[in-house]
């Protein structure tokens, strides 16, 4: 008997697919701030002008997206909860090894559970860790056209811990760092649906994954 | 030094020097422009300086170029360059002061001791603070040694340029003699910094104008800097930021848009992060500054720029251990590929060989 259970509620999926869109937004703007690539023809384009508004604009979906995400830690159904990502418990630690042995063909099967497994728990753990730097980050070099105690509070007091060269340097690296974990996520997904048949790849949209009794 | 007599006053002792009193009101408006006071406080600048008599000071040189004292000497309007040196009475100062050897230090401990915790003192060059301060000494004492003497008994010090206020390019990484900005060395003193490199005189005359007028030292931000002249970020204030947000920047020295005066961003501008009234002020007498002439800003006002933000003619910072040619964006996308490259291998290496068999392994 295949069972449809409903794993990722409409609050864990809205946050997925906003973080997808504004992220490809902020990376395309990001890097183009990073090195301008387009070169304007005449002075009344505004290339520049406009990335940046853009690039702004995804910074604060993505940040609220990412707050409703963590609030959602702990407010959400078993799946979405926070024990999901930090592998303390033993039968978490366990599928830790079982997923990481499956993926260097260790083992023939992933290990089966509902939610995330333990190895892409921790993945969006470190995930979040980088998406965090990225908004601190993001919100110091903000705060360097933005005077006040709000943006320093935000973010421009990353400045007293380290130069203005590291923090754009940090931001800057961990758009690449967010595009390699994009390649594999998706490769990963792909896998596990294939191999599984439980509908994974549809469940990010739907909420729902099959799971045999 | 002092030419003037100590009973008159600023105003007195400018005009007996010949400076006419439109001159010396236009000074008055240009000190205000710089401290960001609105006109109506001209008169009031004007009045301070026809009462008060000029505070004493005392100007030590350590570990510098004296490009900050080249700064008030080629102060060119001819106005400012001969107040300034009237607002003070410069007592000391190695580089211009006509007395030499014994009466030169005497000078300088005259004043130390007849107008202890009145005069001001104004500092150029970094303290060496290393293997006892030995790699800056001055008639056989450490520069250190007469920083605190100085410095302490003042009612405030004035540091000019980027040296005395953090250190400068004498403490740029390896920093060989430990040098270090006056309020780093000597702890406990009330300072104000006028980085930059050189320093503006306008911005440390207008500081010291601010303490005749008000009594008081301007407001500073966290690194001793008055907010009037580092409050503001030069990015924003740029001329060439039209070109920035168009999106027309010069790539080439010499390129097109180079010769048509484009964004330098490209070719490591550091406006973006350096605050400075360097865009409104300028130099040589307000004709001029670096940007204008077609280099890329260094962030010379900021605290340790040498360090921390990264090479001069680059926008990123290298990254740690990668050579300098290698650029923040070719490593990302090396890793990047890398990334694609192992996730195409692990799909190939999992259909050669095959699908798991359904009940193993369970
Ligand atoms: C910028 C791009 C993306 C990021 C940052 C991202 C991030 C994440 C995160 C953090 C989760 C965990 C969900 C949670 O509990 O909140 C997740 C799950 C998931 N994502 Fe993405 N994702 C991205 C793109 C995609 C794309 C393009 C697809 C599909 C083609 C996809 C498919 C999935 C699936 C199927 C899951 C659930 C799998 C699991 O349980 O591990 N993702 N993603
Ligand atoms: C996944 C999220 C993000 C990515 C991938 C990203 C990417 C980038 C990149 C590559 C740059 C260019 C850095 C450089 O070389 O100078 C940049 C600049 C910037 N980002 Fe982000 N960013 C993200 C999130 C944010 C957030 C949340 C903020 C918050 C306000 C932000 C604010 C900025 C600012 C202010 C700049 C500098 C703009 C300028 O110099 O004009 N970013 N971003
Ligand atoms: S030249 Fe420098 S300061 Fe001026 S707009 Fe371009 S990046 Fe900004």
């Known amino acids: 008997m295949i069972k449809r259970i409903y794993v990722w509620e409409f609050p864990v999926r809205l946050t997925h697919w906003l973080n997808v869109l504004s992220i490809l937004a902020l990376a395309v703007t990001g890097i183009y701030i990073g090195a301008p690539y387009l070169f304007a023809v005449n002075e009344n384009q505004f290339i520049m002008a406009k990335m940046r508004y853009v690039h702004f604009i995804s910074s604060y979906v993505f940040t609220v997206s990412f707050l409703v995400r963590i609030y959602w830690m702990f407010a959400g159904n078993k799946f979405s909860r926070w024990r999901q990502f930090v592998p303390i418990s033993k039968e978490r630690l366990e599928t830790l090894y079982g997923a990481t042995a499956y993926y260097c063909f260790l083992r023939e099967k992933c290990p089966r559970v509902i939610g995330h497994t333990a190895l892409a728990g921790v993945t969006y753990l470190l995930l979040f860790i980088l ?20 943006w320093t509070l935000m973010g421009g007091w990353l400045f007293a811990v380290m130069g203005e060269g590291t923090v754009r340097l940090v931001h800057h690296m961990i758009t690449w760092l967010i595009a390699v974990f ?22 990010i949209f739907s909420g729902y994954k099959s799971v045999e009794e | 030094m002092s030419t003037v007599r100590d009973d008159q006053s600023i105003w007195e002792g400018l005009s007996k020097k010949g400076v006419s009193r439109r001159d010396f009101m236009k000074f008055c408006s240009t000190m205000a422009a710089t401290l960001a006071l609105p006109s109506s406080f001209v008169p009031r600048i004007a009045e301070a300086l026809e009462k008060k008599q000029k505070p004493y000071a005392v100007w030590l040189e350590f570990q510098d170029c004296a490009g900050d004292t080249e700064s008030i000497l080629r102060a060119t309007k001819p106005t400012i360059a ?12 190695e580089t211009i002061m006509a007395g030499a050897g014994k009466a030169a230090e005497k000078a300088r401990d005259d004043v130390v001791k007849n107008q202890k915790g009145k005069y001001i003192a104004i500092v150029e060059g970094a303290i060496p603070t290393k293997d006892g301060g030995i790699y800056c000494t001055i008639a056989g004492r450490t520069a ?14 004035i540091n000019v340029g980027s040296c005395s206020c953090w250190g400068g390019v004498p403490s740029a990484n390896p920093n ?10 000597v702890s406990g003193i009330t300072y104000v910094n006028i980085p930059g490199c050189a320093h503006n005189v306008e911005n440390a005359t207008a500081t010291i104008v601010h303490y005749l007028t008000f009594g008081s030292l301007p407001p500073v931000d966290s690194h001793h800097r008055p ?9 924003d204030n740029c001329e060439r930021r039209a070109h920035f947000d168009a999106g027309q920047f010069v790539r080439k020295w010499g390129d097109e848009g180079h ?3 484009w964004c330098l961003y490209e070719m490591g501008c550091k406006g973006p992060e350096a605050y400075y009234n360097c865009p409104t002020v300028k130099y040589n007498s307000g004709t001029c500054w670096p940007v204008q002439a077609g280099h890329p800003c260094m962030a010379c006002a900021a605290d340790h720029n040498w360090d921390a933000f990264g090479p001069i003619y680059k926008r990123l910072e290298n990254v ?7 650029s923040a964006d070719k490593i990302g996308l090396g890793v990047a590929a890398v990334a694609a490259a192992g996730v195409a291998a692990h799909a190939i290496a999992r259909a050669v060989k095959g699908k798991p068999k359904d009940e193993e392994d369970k």
């Open chain 1, 182 to 203: 994009v390649i594999v996520h998706i490769y990963i997904a792909w896998l596990n649906d294939l191999s599984e048949r439980n509908g994974l790849m549809s469940s």
């Open chain 2, 176 to 185: 060989p003699t430990g040098a270090v900005g006056t309020g780093e060395a």
């Open chain 2, 227 to 235: 907010l009037f002249g580092y409050g503001k970020r030069i990015h």
């Open chain 2, 259 to 261: 010769r048509r005066g």
């Open chain 2, 144 to 157: 250190l040694d007469i920083a605190k003497e100085v410095c302490g008994n003042a009612a405030f010090t």
């Open chain 2, 320 to 326: 740690p251990g990668a050579g300098y040619q290698t």
């Open chain 2, 82 to 93: 001969q107040i300034v040196l009237d607002v003070i009475s410069l007592e000391y100062h």
């Open chain 1, 131 to 150: 998406f965090l730097i990225e908004i601190l980050t993001g919100f110091a070099l903000y705060s360097q056209s933005h005077i006040g105690a709000f």
